[in-house]
């Protein structure tokens, strides 16, 4: 596992921080946007009078689009340069946003939605491939916190579309409105990103080694967010339903979640600088472990509240590790690494909620929620430590 490339040494500091204060900021408004698509579904929902099964449908769309464009967006980043594609990929968003609202139909939303989908993940992976570039010229660890930007975003984007709703402004007008902002960042960001680093040729033996790293790192990211997908979809039915909360706590439990994952990715960078990235990762899977073990053991809302953000904790910094990790392999572009194991992620983001609801629906939800304790388990006890030699070691101390 190759450290930070030399010629990082190099960038002037005050490069370095302004691509920083950029990428956060893509990261920021990729997150408040996407949550404006979330704050619009009840809407489209009822515009166009969809059953529960049809808004499925749409759901899958974005998702379906994401996976999709995965292996096409990760060559186009790596050709383009992460810098220029973040810029691209902004704009692209930008306009697919304005056009699911736009849409005068359900069987135009639907293609409309798979765009919006591809978009996203053409967003993602290029800020990704970014933060990578950002963080290998460091001497500190950052992308923790740029996904913890992007958490803020989310919760800003859906806290600024409820006040939208609130005024009764018309949808599309705020979906205009945070297209015009992340187009804005977008362009104003570009200048001051960083150019990729060269990506030195490896042996034919490093290639089958850098295959073998994103098979193991795609395996764990899907784990992963098996669990972090069935956070957002289950916490809610299992506070009404099994923890038997009052009717003004059931959203708590989403809540709880959320804002372990915000706190972890936070902290997340001080800790991979200090442990490195493989005890953060061991220690992190038995955090989730111990929080849906608690809520399991206790089926009491207090209880289940604490556990849930444990969980939040420990999924935290899961996939900015898996992203590191893969954007430092040997004979790889970064973007191109980086949208293998995102689309794993991806998804196990999609089939989580539908494997514990299948697991429900046979026996209990406690017993689905159990598959999630399990995946955790497992990545704690040997997935981290197989993926040891791929992960970052500990930062030295520096800016």
């Given at each position: 596992?190759s450290?930070?490339p030399?010629s990082?040494?190099?960038l002037?500091?005050?490069?370095v921080?302004r691509a920083?204060?950029?990428?956060?900021?893509?990261?920021f408004?990729?997150g408040?946007?996407f949550a404006t698509?979330?704050v619009?579904?009840?809407t489209?929902?009822a515009r166009?009078?969809l059953s529960?099964?049809m808004?499925s449908l749409a759901m899958?769309a974005?998702?379906g689009?994401?996976i999709m464009?995965?292996?096409p967006?990760?060559r186009?980043?790596a050709?383009a340069g992460?810098a220029?594609a973040?810029?691209a990929?902004g704009l692209?968003f930008?306009?697919?946003t304005?056009a699911?609202?736009a849409?005068p139909?359900f069987?135009?939303?639907?293609?409309a939605?798979?765009?919006?989908?591809?978009?996203n993940?053409?967003?993602?992976v290029?800020m990704?491939?970014?933060?990578?570039?950002?963080e290998?010229?460091?001497?500190?660890p950052?992308m923790?916190s740029l996904?913890?930007?992007?958490s803020?975003?989310?919760m800003a984007?859906a806290?600024f579309?409820?006040l939208?709703?609130a005024?009764?402004?018309?949808?599309?007008?705020h979906?205009?409105?945070m297209a015009?902002?992340?187009?804005?960042v977008?362009l104003a960001?570009l200048?001051?990103?960083?150019?990729?680093?060269?990506v030195?040729?490896?042996a034919p033996?490093?290639c089958d080694?850098?295959?073998r790293?994103l098979?193991?790192?795609?395996?764990?990211?899907?784990l992963?967010l098996i669990g972090e997908?069935?956070?957002y979809?289950?916490?809610s039915?299992?506070?009404?339903?099994?923890?038997?909360a009052?009717?003004g706590w059931v959203?708590l439990g989403y809540?709880a979640f959320?804002g372990g994952m915000?706190?972890?990715r936070?902290g997340?960078?001080?800790?991979?600088?200090r442990?490195g990235?493989?005890?953060?990762?061991?220690?992190?899977?038995?955090?989730g472990?111990a929080?849906?073990?608690?809520a399991l053991?206790?089926p009491?809302?207090?209880?289940?509240?604490?556990?849930f953000?444990?969980m939040?904790?420990?999924?935290a910094?899961?996939?900015?590790?898996?992203?590191?990790?893969?954007?430092r392999?040997?004979?790889?572009?970064p973007a191109?690494a980086i949208a293998?194991?995102?689309?794993?992620a991806?998804?196990?983001l999609l089939?989580?909620?539908?494997?514990?609801?299948?697991v429900?629906h046979?026996?209990?939800?406690?017993?689905?929620?159990?598959?999630?304790?399990?995946?955790?388990g497992w990545?704690?006890?040997?997935?981290?430590?197989?993926a040891?030699?791929?992960?970052?070691?500990r930062?030295?101390?520096?800016?």
């Open positions: 596992m450290g930070s030399a990082a040494a190099a002037p500091a005050g490069q921080a920083t204060r950029g990428t956060m900021a893509l990261f408004v990729n408040a946007t698509w979330g619009h579904i009840p489209i929902k166009f009078g529960d099964a808004l899958l974005v998702a689009g994401a464009a995965m292996g967006v990760g186009w980043v050709r992460s220029r973040s810029m990929g692209l930008a306009l697919a304005v699911i609202l849409m139909s069987w135009l939303l639907l293609p939605l798979l765009a919006f989908g591809m978009a993940a053409a967003f993602d290029a990704n491939a970014q933060a990578a570039t950002v290998a010229s460091r001497a500190r950052v923790s996904h913890g930007m992007f803020l975003g989310g984007g806290g579309g409820g939208m709703l005024l009764d402004v018309p949808p599309l007008a979906a205009a409105l015009g902002v992340t187009a804005a977008a960001t200048p001051g990103l960083l150019a990729d680093h060269p030195p040729p490896s033996h490093h080694h850098a295959v790293a098979w193991l790192l795609g395996l764990l990211a899907f992963g997908g069935a956070m979809d289950w916490t039915v299992y506070m009404r339903d099994v923890a038997r009052p009717d959203s809540a959320s915000a706190c972890g936070f997340g960078d001080r800790l991979r600088a442990l990235d493989s005890a953060t990762l061991t220690g992190s899977a038995w955090l472990f929080g849906i073990a608690l053991a206790v009491l809302p207090l209880a289940a509240l604490a556990g953000a444990l939040g904790l420990g999924a910094n899961m996939v900015p590790i898996f992203f590191v990790a893969a954007s392999l040997p004979g790889v572009a191109e293998r194991v995102a689309r794993f991806y998804v196990g089939l989580g909620p539908v494997l514990i609801g299948g429900a046979l026996a209990s939800l406690r017993a689905g929620l159990a598959l999630v304790a399990l995946t955790m990545i704690a006890l040997a997935g981290a430590r197989s040891r030699c791929y992960l970052p070691p930062a030295p101390s520096g800016r």
